[in-house]
């Protein structure tokens, strides 16, 4: 959660200077008004929470998306939670008026260095140019299954990412097919925003792009702790990099 806060922190001052990035009792908020959904966050950050202060901050959470001009996630992690309250968390979001989108895990690990990657299908590529980075929102879109409009309004004119983030592209005969990211964040490598073609899904890509990011970043910090939130879909990927499962982590959206 402090790694989440942290990053998203900085990933949507810089998509938006005057963004949202209040830090509320027991509620975080990171909200750029972004058309990428993703840089439209808020979190809970108490532990222990019982069932009367979970609907509490369920409500406060709701009630700070209902005042944006876009859609965005609540991102919850379950291990925060003190036991009533994950037994009856569901419920409780309903309540509240959110719907449950989709879940995943956060995941950690002491990993690095990794040795140089390599792949026999692809060559990597740091995202250094406004057609790159276009490539890259592109990939998250269609992974994502959002217009690429979206993607783009999250990510074109970014300085960070095309100068401070560790951001590769792999490419499959020049085409761009994969992509992954990451970033330092209070002395640990956050991984971010990997995605691949679905039309090119299921053959190594995605791990090797993050490896390839993770082996980039780590060479240019020295850090050897590294952290990721992972979608259902994608989780199977990252222990085989090294990565170890730890929360539970549910992304929730405001009712229809």
């Given at each position: 959660m402090e790694q989440l806060t942290t990053v998203w922190r900085a990933m949507v001052l810089d998509r938006d200077p005057d963004a949202d990035v209040r830090d509320l009792p027991g509620v975080a908020v990171r909200w750029a008004d972004s058309r990428f959904a993703f840089?439209?966050?808020?979190?809970?950050?108490?532990?222990?929470?019982?069932?009367?202060l979970l609907a509490e901050r369920l409500g406060q959470a709701a009630a700070v998306m209902r005042s944006k001009g876009r859609a965005g996630f609540l991102w919850l992690f379950e291990d925060l939670l003190g036991d009533g309250a994950r037994a009856g968390l569901m419920e409780a979001a309903g309540r509240a008026g959110l719907t449950h989108a989709f879940s995943g895990t956060g995941m950690a690990g002491d990993l690095l260095p990794l040795p140089e990657p390599a792949h026999?299908?692809?060559?990597?590529?740091?995202v250094g140019s406004d057609?790159?980075?276009?490539?890259?929102?592109?990939?998250?879109?269609?992974?994502y299954g959002m217009p690429l409009e979206d993607g783009r309004d999250g990510l074109l004119g970014s300085a960070l990412w095309k100068k401070e983030a560790h951001a590769y592209l792999g490419l499959r005969g020049g085409d761009p097919v994969t992509c992954a990211a990451t970033v330092e964040a209070d002395g640990r490598l956050f991984v971010v925003l990997v995605a691949t073609d679905p039309r090119w899904q299921r053959r190594g890509y995605g791990e090797a792009v993050t490896r390839k990011a993770l082996h980039e970043g780590a060479r240019a910090t020295g850090l050897s702790r590294a952290t990721l939130h992972a979608t259902a879909a994608g989780a199977p990927v990252y222990p085989r990099i090294g990565f170890v499962p730890n929360s539970p982590l549910h992304f929730f959206t405001l009712g229809s």
């Open positions: 840089w439209n966050c808020v979190t809970l950050t108490e532990t222990g929470a019982d069932p009367g026999p299908d692809l060559t990597f590529v740091r057609e790159q980075l276009r490539a890259y929102a592109d990939l998250n879109s269609r992974a």
